[in-house]
């Protein structure tokens, strides 16, 4: 009960709307199954309830700061340990979401994860943005991708934009250096007819009542596609490296 309250804090410290128990069960229990997991395999160096309440709960959520409601089919592009996805999962049930990573390990522990949480409206693959961006079934099919990558916004242009439908929207959960990011991603929008939306900047904040806890400034990039992904991308993850947009 005690990590319940400190995470009903967290998020109204942080604008995040306010779920049932067992909602907030879920994402306590989701913790300490990464926690566990991560014993054995390296999938978060923030193991403190406190701080991955914050840098993982509130900031893989805080899209629903923004959309409201939030609604249609959800691809989460290199999902990693499960954000934002599983979190966002979570929260909105009627949601449909598609998680997929390049590291089957990753994927496996995901896998489990779901089946103990009881989600239903999870899909998880192991793949490779490039790969998947190919398939038939994925290309612009999606309503959002989504993705907390660490990657140049030009980069993730090309890995996350040919899920998306004509019209739909990629969100990048960046930090506080995203106007630099846009500006040298105009080439890669132009290429995939898209264009930066608008984008929100925001502290995360510990729930601290004195205000003297740790911040950290986050900004949510979003991206509209207008047209369907030109043939010939994705390219081969050598090229994207090698020559990116």
């Known amino acids: 009960m005690e990590e319940i309250q400190l995470l009903k804090n967290i998020f109204e410290a942080n604008g995040i709307p306010s779920f049932d128990d067992h909602v907030f069960s879920s994402l306590v229990k989701f913790f ?4 566990e997991k ?3 395999m390296n999938l978060t160096a923030i ?12 900031d893989s959520l805080s899209l629903l700061r923004i959309l409201k409601p939030f609604t249609g089919k959800v691809i ?3 999902t990693g340990a499960g954000f934002p996805g599983i979190p966002l999962a979570i929260c909105c049930p009627e949601v449909s979401f598609t998680l997929f990573d390049s590291l089957r390990k990753r994927v496996d522990f995901l896998s489990e994860a779901v089946s103990d949480l009881g989600l239903n409206n999870v899909k998880l693959m192991h793949t490779r943005a490039e790969d998947a961006g190919r398939d038939p079934s994925l290309r612009d099919s999606f309503d959002i991708a989504v993705s907390r990558a660490v990657a140049p916004l030009s980069t993730l242009v090309e890995y996350t934009l040919p899920f998306v439908k004509p019209s739909g929207t990629f969100v990048a959960y960046k930090g506080p250096n995203s106007a630099s990011e846009i500006a040298l991603s105009s080439n890669a929008l132009k290429t995939f007819y898209a264009r930066v939306d608008h984008f929100h ?16 400034v ?11 992904t030109p043939k010939g991308y994705p390219r081969s993850s050598a090229k994207i490296s090698k020559c990116p947009l």
């Open 201 to 216: 900047s925001f502290e995360l904040c510990d729930g601290n009542p004195d205000g003297a806890g740790e911040k950290s």
């Open 218 to 228: 986050r900004t949510l990039l979003f991206v509209t596609k207008q047209k369907p």
């Open 47 to 58: 193991t403190d309830f406190n701080d991955f309440a914050v840098k993982h709960y509130a």
């Open 38 to 40: 991560n014993k054995v």
């Open 32 to 35: 300490h199954l990464v926690v």
């Open 76 to 78: 989460d592009v290199g």
